[in-house]
Antibody
């Protein structure tokens, strides 16, 4: 059974960079179906879902244009992980951040439990 | 506001049928991009309910079904159960914005 787990600081200072890692277990990122993609989604407290971006194991990325200049997603196949970096954070970036996998774009069939990141001013 | 419009809330009694609409435009649903649906129970991660407009992942009861027509899509839930009380989100792709989009979410209350 595929499992995903987010990890990283729960508190980030304003103007700094938010960094999260998603560890995948139960399957290898690089041996997954060639159409598998790995994504990051966030949800501000009490609000809806926002797509941040996704990556294929070969490194191809797609980012939300509203965040494109601040977001970077990368994959580390040797550790079976993929990561999110969001620079110059503000209070508006406070949210639960989810990592997920999909095979039928852009649906996501496996999700991590989510991790709350609070931006402190 | 979201590119995909959902009603903020719907409700129904146990055993009833409810539908949740997702209204888009010619740059997303109307451009023939697929619609996907998620269920989010309180305090948990979203769960994929419907993919590709009307397909259920393994393990999702057939009480849940999806449809799409023109610039809109719908999620139908029959035989409503107390455990169905959750937030529901639709998802698609918008070619004008070049981004994956979610609806604003609909809170389902089982009376």
């Amino acid at each position: 059974q595929l499992q995903l787990q987010e990890s990283g600081p729960g508190l980030v200072n304003a103007s700094e960079t938010l960094s999260l890692t998603c560890t995948v277990s139960g399957d290898s990122i690089s041996s997954s179906s060639s159409n598998s993609y790995w994504g990051w989604i966030r949800q501000p407290p009490g609000k809806g879902l926002e797509w941040l971006g996704n990556i294929y194991y070969i490194g191809t990325t797609f980012y939300n244009p509203s965040l494109k200049s601040r977001v970077t997603i990368s994959v580390d196949t040797s550790n079976n992980q993929f990561s999110l970096k969001l620079s110059s954070v503000t209070a508006a970036d406070t949210a639960v951040y989810y990592c997920a996998r999909g095979t039928y774009y852009p649906s996501l069939d496996y999700w991590g439990q989510g991790t709350l990141v609070t931006v402190s001013s | 506001q979201s590119v995909l419009t959902q009603p903020p809330s719907v409700s129904g009694a146990p055993g009833q049928r409810v539908t949740i609409s997702c209204t888009g435009s010619s740059s997303n649903i109307g451009a023939d991009y697929d619609v996907h649906w998620y269920q989010q129970l309180l305090g948990t991660a979203p769960k994929l309910l419907i993919y590709g407009n009307n397909n259920r992942p393994s393990g999702v009861p057939d009480r849940f079904s999806g449809s799409k027509s023109g610039t809109s899509a719908s999620l139908a839930i029959t035989g409503l159960q107390a455990e169905d009380e959750a937030d529901y989100y639709c998802q698609s792709y918008d070619s004008s914005l070049s981004v994956v989009v979610f609806g604003g979410g609909t809170k389902l209350t089982v009376l």
